[in-house]
């Protein structure tokens, strides 16, 4: 698999190698983060759960007013050109579409030529220690802008959030608004109460529409276990049996500890474990 330079990305209509992708520095992501992004986990050397990815895309898009410069059926055919020409056969695809390049100014010109990018990048998805261990959370507050349904690519609350969670030995950030859980800073939140109920947030502006949520709660449902659609609070979270996380670059992840307090025995519960084989095995035989 090609890495850093080496590898083939995609820009504005040309497969190039990194090393010759060139953004103008007038572009509207770059000034203003004016911009949306997808990221797609690759499994076997095949996009897993691309339609909801494309979905999604398409949302984010309209609700910015964005014009998508290809349709995303075009989309998928250059990210499966990108799969082969990176030999890609566990990773990630990320997108990235922003409103284009044009002088400085708030307000921007109706006729501009979108800019978009896709590249991989090669990440073991399955096969992860955590998956065994669990990971750690610490809760921050929420410090986000109110349109967190939309994947903008302006992130700055999140990257400082990771960055204190991981200065204190943890590997995930929770947001916390009024009392209670949001999502993670670049995860969906989930607790499973102990009479075997799964807890998390419903969709709204508060929250990103996870596409894995969306392909595990359909899984759940199938195999006999309801998601319960509420907010839950910190302390709701540290009593809980089990928690865990879900999100295109780590399937489903059990969380084994919330600002330093044990969930459950300090292990990976047996309901987190088999929803993750569950979504791994769905992977596997939906991806394409």
């Known amino acids: ?87 890609l056969q566990e990773g990630l695809v990320y997108l990235q579409l922003t409103r284009g390049a044009e002088e400085r100014n708030f307000l921007f010109g109706e006729e501009l030529e ?26 921050l507050a929420d410090l986000r802008w109110a349109r967190r349904d939309i994947k903008s690519v302006s992130l700055l609350p999140q990257v400082l959030a990771k960055r204190e969670a991981k200065a204190e030995g943890c590997d995930e950030a929770w947001m916390v608004e009024d009392g209670h859980v949001t999502e ?11 009479d075997g109920k799964i807890v998390s947030p419903a969709n709204s502006q508060r929250t990103l529409p996870g596409c894995t949520r969306q392909a595990l709660v359909q899984l759940a449902e199938e195999g006999g276990l309801t998601l319960e659609q509420r907010r839950f609070t910190v302390e709701e979270a540290q009593a809980a049996a089990e928690a865990f996380i879900t999100s295109a670059s780590t399937f ?37």
């Not at 993670?184 to 102990?194: D, F, L, N, R, V």
């Open 1 to 87: 698999m090609a890495g850093g330079q080496d590898r083939i990305v995609w820009l504005n209509g040309s497969y190039l190698p990194a090393a010759e992708a060139k953004l103008s520095i007038f572009d509207r992501g770059f000034l203003f983060a004016d911009g949306i992004y997808e990221v797609t986990a690759v499994l076997d050397g095949k996009l897993v759960d691309s339609d909801l990815h494309m979905a999604r895309l398409e949302r984010s898009a309209r609700e910015l007013g964005l014009r998508l410069p290809i349709t995303t059926a075009a989309i998928e055919e250059i990210e499966h050109g990108l799969i082969e020409r990176n030999g």
């Open 114 to 139: 979108p800019t978009l990018l896709l590249l991989t990048q090669a990440k073991v998805l399955v096969d992860v220690a955590a998956a065994r261990t669990g990971i750690a959370v610490k809760t």
């Open 184 to 194: 993670g800073a670049s995860s969906t939140a989930y607790i499973i109460t102990h």
């Open 252 to 288: 489903v992840m059990p969380v084994t500890r919330i600002d330093g307090k044990p969930i459950g025995d300090g292990k990976p519960g047996p309901v987190v474990t088999r929803l993750r084989e569950i979504y791994v095995d769905h992977a596997r035989a939906s991806a394409r």
